[in-house]
């Protein structure tokens, strides 16, 4: 199972309405918008954008450029959507996610 499906799983699980929005194109994955996997609204309307991987170094430097200084996120966020990184780790065969949202102010 992928991370972005694990924040689909886990965004559904609190109520959101969400969608992997990846795709794969051979052995490559590319974002919505070059920044997100996964989709998420609520019934009022709030979206989330998220980008979800494994908590780890390597990773986490891949990802570090997508803070709300990003050209893209900050676009994301004008008008009040959030963009969330979620971090997946295993500890003792339990799946567990830490989150970190950006909202534009």
């Excluded at 694990?6 to 051979?26: K, N």
């Excluded at 019934?43 to 980008?51: H, N, Y």
């Excluded at 893209?72 to 339990?94: E, I, P, T, Y």
Aim: hydrophobic share 35%.
């Amino acid at each position: 199972m992928t991370t972005a499906y694990r924040s689909c799983l886990h965004l559904r699980a609190q109520g959101y309405i969400a969608t992997v929005v990846e795709h794969r194109r051979g052995k490559y994955r590319y974002d919505l918008f070059g920044i997100g996997d996964t989709l998420a609204i609520t019934p009022a309307g709030k979206k989330i954008l998220v980008q979800a991987y494994i908590d780890n170094p390597s990773e986490m430097r891949k990802h570090s450029q997508l803070t709300i200084e990003h050209p893209m996120v900050k676009a994301w966020c004008s008008d009040g959507s959030v963009f969330r990184h979620d971090l997946w780790k295993k500890r003792k065969n339990v799946w567990t996610v830490s989150s970190f949202d950006y909202v534009s102010e």
